[in-house]
């Protein structure tokens, strides 16, 4: 299968897609730039934020919540202002935010990273109705996900310089088990990014650098690739009006001129069609 392209956005960084009622959300964490796209009107917003910004997610008491570089703050787009929750790894200063989830009681799985790509201080943490506790889970240079699976009980954590995905059960309170390898890659297929769950229960994965998405069912075996004109594909989300439709964001960073002269639509976004829809909308508690 090949993604269809969608809008021209050239994103440094695109990342964090997301359909929120009748639109989709999504940033760019470099240039930080928040997005939503009508699709039934092409229509394209943008906000800039005061930092580097890694996704937005929608929350059941008011506006989205924004996972920026220092920590969440709640957006309100109507006004675009950004109002601080909570400060993350304010010891880490070269530290960011970078992908994040919405389990089945409304708590945000988010991760953090090295911004610089070096160290080892990638570390998860749950945001629940305005606290944020952090997780056992090891310390990654890149975290990507959490994905949260359909029923509520598993968590996907990405290791994206590690390229594997640790499933972890996880109990009514939110706390994560010790894992097990959930995938592991090891060939030319680009290193696993942004993860996303269907209706079924499977995994859908970005690759950085391998120009393509793939699913993965529970037992782990792939059930369906896609192929992108773009090396760096980041994350897919799921939704439209019969939420059957995949939309994903893509990077420009890491490319030479010569790649971007040969890849002139990097950092656009793609669509798709999908056989399992999107899982049931979650909104968060804070």
Known sequence: MQAEHLLSVGATLGEGPVWIDDALWFVDI????????DPASRSLRNWQAPEHIGWVL???????????????????????????IARIQADLPDNRLNDA???????????????LEASETGLVFVLDK?????TALAPVTITNGPAMSPCG????????????VIRHAITPEGIPDSGEVFLEF??????????????????????????????FAPDGEMTHEVRFPVSNVTKLALGGPDRHTAYAT????????????AQPLA????????????APPRRANT
């Open 130 to 134: 305005g606290s944020v506790t952090q």
């Open 267 to 278: 950092g656009d976004l793609f669509t798709f069609r999908v056989e399992v829809p999107a």
């Open 250 to 261: 893509t990077a420009r960073q890491g490319l030479t001129e010569e790649q971007l002269a």
């Open 153 to 164: 009980t598993k968590v996907y954590h990405v290791d994206t310089l590690g390229r594997r």
């Open 30 to 37: 470099k240039q930080d730039t928040v997005f939503r796209f």
């Open 186 to 215: 090891t060939g030319d297929e680009g290193h696993p990014d942004g993860a996303t769950c269907d209706a079924e229960g499977g995994v859908w994965l970005g690759f950085f650098g391998g120009g393509a998405a793939r699913r």
């Open 58 to 84: 929608p929350s059941a008491v008011n506006g989205l919540i924004a996972g920026l570089r220092t920590g969440p703050h709640r957006f309100l787009p109507e006004t675009g202002r950004f109002e601080r």
């Open 101 to 115: 989830a919405i389990d089945g009681q409304g708590r945000i799985w988010f991760g953090t990273m090295d911004n």
